[in-house]
């Protein structure tokens, strides 16, 4: 396990709130038509972390969500599937069952999320089983509460930790940038998820609001923008919760490509976390092939 | 310096933001600006989920009437947020008890009472005389407060017990048919709206109209009554606009359940109905029919957009 670094590592250049938020609001305002927006649509469909975190979430439940994420549309097939299929780490075996074969990924939230008050040990054990299920994808929760009371050095050691159980698994960082408050915050957090190796950093668990906004993350996007120019180490983004518009979706891309370029504009570097995002983007390709206005109970819920 | 009173132009140039403040403070220092009435001209919205937005398009038309008047002019994306409006409106409209809709009506009556000389107003924007618009608002509030006492009687006498053989009750039971989008006659502007709208909330439905083209003053300003009468947000949804552009998108919108038309039958309109089932009405009635107000209050307005769910249930022993 890498020893702690010193504080001074983690120090940030504190953000200008006013200059964030007038630059993604501005970004906002652009607007995609036609062939670009479907592109766009389209783009935002293969970029869908496809989630379901809630305490009545069933064997079967996560079936019909993987088969939703293998064809989200099944009469077309010029719509993608989407990245990945987020669960609790005991319905990862069925998720991994149901999706094999595919090329959607299995994600698992884990370290007691969604609030990760449990002890070291139970949270790389959680991670452990969740690998040795078959995730291929860990969602971690930072300790708020060490952050906020300023051992930054306990975050770091837990993220080196948990990137160490997840072996070959895919690392993302859940920030819950609405519990920490501040933008330097924010920026201090992503600093020590990228020095103790993560390979996504993402804003929320969904479960607080506000969650995902487009200046924490045009925020997160700069973060691993600089990263990657100070390493050349390529971190992803993974914005999560709040996310239920076609149009909300395509702001978030603008960013992406304004802020991160063409590098970024995978389903490898930025992810959506979302849930209801799906049949959204879905009415919209549907409103565009037949010319008229969808019906929401067309289309299945999971 | 200007020692008389301000010119309503002036006063209308600081509403438009053309004086600069230096200006404004000198006017205000010999105290000639404070003494004057502020004409506040009235922008004319949309009504959508109980807020007034203007159109998603940012275009607006003037309408025939009165061309000195600018409008919203609705496009397809505002009737698209109607109708999700509308779809959330239907939840807490529908899921409301039928006395509830009732008092709620009746109270839209009562304000209807209470801002009689505006309403009259918008109506004689609308280019009717005086006597004429007061008597096409007598009829409005009447029809309001008949269907108001309608609300809580519909289930009886639409709904029925069946009679069958067998040890079983046998009930038929009254449901809204949905969302319904309406397309209200040119005239008259505001009883022509009310009395196509009014039966569909009586039956429990949730409604998206577009109102009078040459003359949507009244049609616009029964947003702001329902938005002062308890009316859900989004049970009511008013658009303006031309109807030549906005028919046929009604016609094709796959969420509206039900399409009910003021004009002759329209075979288009009908076959783009089809698509989803959509249940298309088209009422055609003279400008005699329309000030009869016992020809306008009848259930067999309300029927056409009402579903019987048929229930069995066994006899108890």
């Known amino acids: 396990m890498p020893h702690s670094l010193s504080p001074v590592e983690f ?17 906002a305002t652009r607007s995609l038509k036609k062939q670009a927006k479907l592109q766009g649509l389209r783009l935002a469909i293969a970029m869908m972390d496809l989630t379901t975190l809630e305490g009545m979430d069933s064997p079967g439940k996560v079936r019909q969500l993987c088969q939703k994420a293998m064809r989200p549309l099944p009469q077309r097939s010029d719509v993608p599937s989407c990245a990945a299929v987020c669960v609790y780490p005991d319905l990862v075996e069925t998720a991994v069952e149901a999706l094999r074969g595919s090329t959607v990924q299995v994600a698992s939230v884990a370290t007691g999320f969604p609030a990760g008050r449990t002890d070291r040990a139970t949270k790389l054990r959680e991670v452990q089983l969740a690998v040795a299920a078959g995730a291929t994808e860990i969602d971690m929760v930072i300790d708020r509460g060490a952050f906020l009371s ?3 050095g306990k975050v770091y050691d837990e993220i080196c930790a948990v990137k160490e159980a997840c072996g070959a ?60 120019l100070e390493t050349g180490r390529i971190v992803g983004v993974k914005a999560a919760g709040g996310i239920r518009t076609s149009k909300d979706a395509l702001r978030y891309l603008v960013l992406v490509n304004e802020t991160c370029g063409d590098l970024w504009m995978t389903p490898q570097w930025f992810r959506f976390g979302a849930s209801s995002l799906l049949n959204d983007v879905l009415l919209q390709l549907e409103k565009d092939r037949t010319g008229r206005y969808q019906r929401p109970v067309d289309f299945s819920a999971d | 310096m200007a020692k008389d009173p ?62 000195a008047i600018n409008v919203a002019r609705g496009s397809r994306k505002d009737l698209r947020d109607a109708v999700v409006a509308a779809r959330a409106g239907l939840a807490v409209w529908s899921g409301s008890a039928a006395y509830l809709r009732g008092q709620i009506l009746y109270r839209l009556a009562e304000m209807l009472e209470s801002r009689r000389d505006a309403m009259q107003r918008e109506l004689q924007l609308g280019g009717l005389s005086a006597p004429l618009a007061k008597r096409e608002l007598d009829t409005a509030i009447s029809l309001t407060i008949w269907y108001a006492g309608l609300c809580d009687k519909v289930q009886s006498l639409l709904g029925s017990q069946n009679a069958v053989q067998g040890p079983f009750f046998n009930f038929s039971m009254v449901e809204p048919t949905g969302v319904v989008g309406v397309i209200a006659p040119d005239s008259p502007s505001l009883v022509g709206v009310l009395a196509l709208t009014l039966p569909l909330l009586a039956g429990g439905n949730s409604a998206v109209v577009l109102v009078s083209e040459s003359a949507p003053f009244a049609g616009l300003a029964l947003g702001e009554v329902c938005a002062s009468s308890d009316v859900p947000a989004g049970a009511i949804n008013v658009l303006s606009g031309l109807r030549s552009e906005l028919a046929p998108q009604f016609a094709s919108h796959r969420d509206l359940d039900g399409l009910l038309v003021a004009g002759a039958p329209d075979a288009a309109l009908t076959q783009s109905a089809a698509d989803n089932c959509k249940r298309v009405r088209f009422c055609y009635l003279s400008a005699a029919d329309w000030s009869k107000v016992e020809r306008l209050r009848s259930l067999t307005w309300v029927e056409p957009f009402v579903e019987l769910k048929t229930l069995w249930h066994p006899v108890a022993q």
């Open chain 1, 169 to 228: 698994a895919h690392l993302k960082v859940i920030l819950e940038t609405g519990e920490l408050k501040t933008y330097d915050n924010i920026r201090r957090a992503c600093r020590i998820a990228l020095l103790a190796g993560g390979d996504f950093l993402k804003t929320s668990t969904g479960k607080v609001t506000p969650a995902s906004t487009l200046p924490v993350v045009l925020l997160m996007l700069e973060a691993a923008r600089d990263h990657y």
């Open chain 1, 150 to 152: 300023g051992r930054y």
């Open chain 1, 11 to 27: 120090r940030v250049p504190p953000v200008c709130a006013v200059a964030l938020e007038t630059r993604a609001a501005d970004l």
């Open chain 2, 6 to 67: 301000a010119p309503i132009s002036f006063i209308q140039d600081v509403a438009r933001g053309r004086v600069s403040s230096a200006r404004l403070r000198r006017r205000h220092r010999c105290g000639t600006v404070s003494a004057m009435p502020v004409p506040v001209p009235k922008t004319y919205k949309l009504f959508v989920g109980g807020k007034f937005p203007r159109s998603e398009s940012g275009r607006s038309f003037q309408p025939t009437s009165n061309p």
